[in-house]
């Protein structure tokens, strides 16, 4: 479709809606020029015609509300991958952030709805290459910013140990999957917390890689300096099984590293964790919204890690409580200006683009801002106030800020080979009935992040694993390692499965109501 060519009377507008003082006279100069120099977008458009990838013929399906009681499927299919390999027999679900081609991806938002991806991501490609079946697009917060499962425009997912609580977001159909069975292992995606949180509220294994490990090529992105992908899965050798697979750079996501070691990290496992030294995060417990019955589940894990023949100690890094300070300058202002405004996608950086996606959403968004959820509502309102007020002065501090915050964890990590915490402050809290007020959906979408998103913005390797049940609910524990260090993260995480003899699961889908 070429571009629209501006006229006289457009172009007039634009130059006087962007303050341009041109002299009439001056106009049609102008416009003459932009529109010779226009045509190199259609091209470019030609060009790109020749090469573009088609839609390939797959086919999936909504699923029931009977076929689908957590509310976790967006939309089922069944597509085999290679007939050997280290997955081969495995099913997966892909997050709906995620590309699978020719699978509709809604990103839980109306503002997506609609579109079908040409090609499939490279998460995608290397399970199904690995032999993985693909079995659908579980579902996701809307555009993702979530920590609660209830913003989906398809509906709340439901947590199987609580049908009247919430599975965690923003991967939250990932996490719900994953427990309840219906599938062996699930993709997620985390800027905030979110392939961990789920996993703490659900009781599975959820790992969020070093930064750049995992390439998030043909994933929605929110802000590309915290965007990771990464497994979710019942074990911790499926967790590595995984990693295995995902693992390395393709060449196309700016946010890896030219090169990656690469690590077999299911026969890291092998390798025995005695002797590995804990430090206890003082400031990862006791926050001002930090259930008790969390804090003491956390320490009774970590004595059986001590049980196990690791050792532990307290260590204090203030910074830690600044983390959630500077997340929030850097999501806020930085999902703004790319999620929003640059259409998923932005600029200036070489690698992936997906141009039928970014005009998609790009258009469907500008058609109806209302139809944003209220936790993208309130980014936007607020994102473009600072933006708007001091034009990304604090977006600079804090990444400036982000070094600090990077170096005091990375100091500690000097002595310790691990730090422990809490993944979440609480356990899974009710979802929001569907006319709760404003204050409680925002509420329940943000109440949990505070020691999960300050590793999106360093980096640093974090797994959840179930430290136990309180009042048959979940709680997680959270593991950090060095960076690129996701083996020994993963060793201390089988260490603790081990000692407890294999982490619960929901053995049958339950509710409270």
């Not at 952030?97 to 020719?102: D, E, L, M, Q, R």
């Not at 609580?162 to 923003?170: E, I, K, N, Q």
């Not at 294994?205 to 992908?229: C, M, N, R, W």
């Not at 996608?345 to 992936?352: E, F, T």
Request: charged share 20%; aromatic share 6%; hydrophobic share 40%.
């Amino acid at each position: 479709m070429p571009i629209d060519q501006p006229d006289a009377q457009g172009f007039e507008a634009l130059a006087t809606a962007n303050r341009l003082a041109i002299d009439p006279t001056d106009l049609s100069t102008y416009l003459g020029a932009a529109t010779g120099l226009l045509q190199s977008w259609n091209v470019v458009e030609e060009l790109y015609t020749e090469v573009a990838p088609v839609i390939p013929e797959r086919t999936s399906r909504r699923p029931s509300e009977e076929e689908n009681p957590l509310g976790a499927w967006y939309v089922t299919t069944e597509i085999t991958g290679a007939a050997e390999g280290p997955l081969a027999g495995r099913r997966v679900a892909i997050k709906d952030n995620t590309a699978v081609a020719g699978i509709p991806m809604m990103n839980g938002s109306r503002t997506v709805e609609g579109y079908v991806p040409a090609t499939d991501s490279t998460v995608v490609t290397r399970l199904l290459a690995a032999g993985a079946t693909i079995t659908g697009k579980s579902v996701c917060e809307d555009l993702c910013f979530s920590g609660g499962s209830h913003t989906s425009k398809s509906g709340p997912v439901r947590n199987p140990w609580d049908t009247t609580r919430s599975a965690g977001g923003s991967s939250s159909g990932s996490g719900a999957l994953v427990a309840s069975g219906e599938v062996d292992l699930a993709i997620g995606g985390d800027q905030g917390g979110s392939i961990r949180i789920p996993s703490a509220f659900c009781g599975t294994v959820g790992h969020k890689p070093t930064f750049g490990l995992v390439p998030y090529t043909g994933a929605f992105p929110i802000e590309q300096s915290i965007d990771h992908l990464g497994p979710i899965a019942r074990t911790v050798a499926d967790a590595a099984l995984a990693l295995n697979v995902l693992a390395g750079p393709d060449g196309l996501d700016p946010r890896q590293p030219d090169a990656v070691v690469p690590v077999d990290y299911l026969a890291a496992l092998e390798e025995p964790a005695t002797g590995l030294r804990i430090g206890v995060l003082t400031e990862g417990f006791g926050l001002a919204n930090s259930e008790p019955e969390v804090d003491a589940t956390v320490r009774d894990a970590i004595a059986t890690l001590e049980g196990a023949g690791l050792v532990a100690e307290e260590v204090s890094i203030p910074w830690h409580r600044h983390g959630a300070a500077i997340w929030d300058v850097i999501s806020v202002e930085g999902a703004t200006s790319q999620m929003v405004e640059g259409n998923g996608y932005g600029m200036n950086w070489k690698g992936y683009y997906d141009p039928d996606l970014i005009a998609h959403y790009g258009r469907q968004w500008r058609e109806d801002p209302n139809a944003f959820s209220e936790t993208v509502k309130l980014v936007m309102l607020a994102g473009k106030h600072s933006l708007g007020t001091a034009y990304g002065r604090h977006y600079a501090m804090a990444r400036a800020l982000e070094t600090s915050l990077r170096e005091a964890y990375d100091e500690a990590l000097a002595t310790y080979d691990v730090l422990v915490l809490p993944t979440v402050p609480i356990r899974a809290s009710v979802i929001p009935g569907p006319n709760a007020p404003v204050e409680e959906v925002l509420g329940r979408a943000l109440e949990m992040v505070a020691n999960t998103c300050p590793f999106d913005v360093t980096g640093h390797p974090a797994c959840s694993v179930p430290a136990g049940l309180s009042d048959g609910l979940p709680v997680g524990l959270m593991i950090v390692g060095k960076l690129f260090d996701d083996a020994t993260v993963l060793r201390v995480a089988q260490a603790l499965e081990t000692a407890v003899g294999g982490f619960p699961l929901p053995t049958t889908v339950r509710s409270n109501a």
